[in-house]
């Protein structure tokens, strides 16, 4: 059973950091690209970041300079360091991975079930 579970979240002042992991279980973590989403009320989930196996990235030009994905194959986590949070920051954030092209389940997408973050104002 493939599971992705994020941990970190919560309440965060303005211009606070916070760090979220998220650790896979049940996939060849070695063969995904892992990305945040978020999605708050109202809008559509968008790519926060992501990251492949080699430490490829890319981020939303809403949070460079800001947050920094990074990842641990050794223990299948991926991590998002989020500094100078601001209200617009709050969403639910969601962990994926998604089968490399180089993977035999290219395309395959994987979803965790989301932390909250709350960045107050």
């Known amino acids: 059973q493939v599971q992705l579970v994020e941990s970190g979240g919560g309440l965060v002042q303005f211009g606070g950091s916070s760090r979220l992991s998220c650790a896979a279980s049940g996939i060849i973590f070695s063969n995904n690209i892992m990305g945040w989403y978020r999605q708050a009320p109202g809008k559509e989930r968008e790519l926060v970041a992501s990251?492949?196996?080699?430490?490829?990235?890319k981020y939303a030009d809403s949070v460079k300079g800001r947050f920094t994905i990074s990842r641990d194959n050794a223990k299948n986590t991926v991590y998002l360091q989020m500094n100078s949070l601001k209200p617009e920051d709050t969403a639910v954030y969601i962990c994926n991975g998604e089968e490399a092209e180089d993977s035999p389940w290219r395309g395959y997408l994987y979803w965790g079930q989301g932390t909250q973050v709350t960045v107050s104002s």
């Open positions: 990251i492949t196996s080699d430490g490829r990235i």
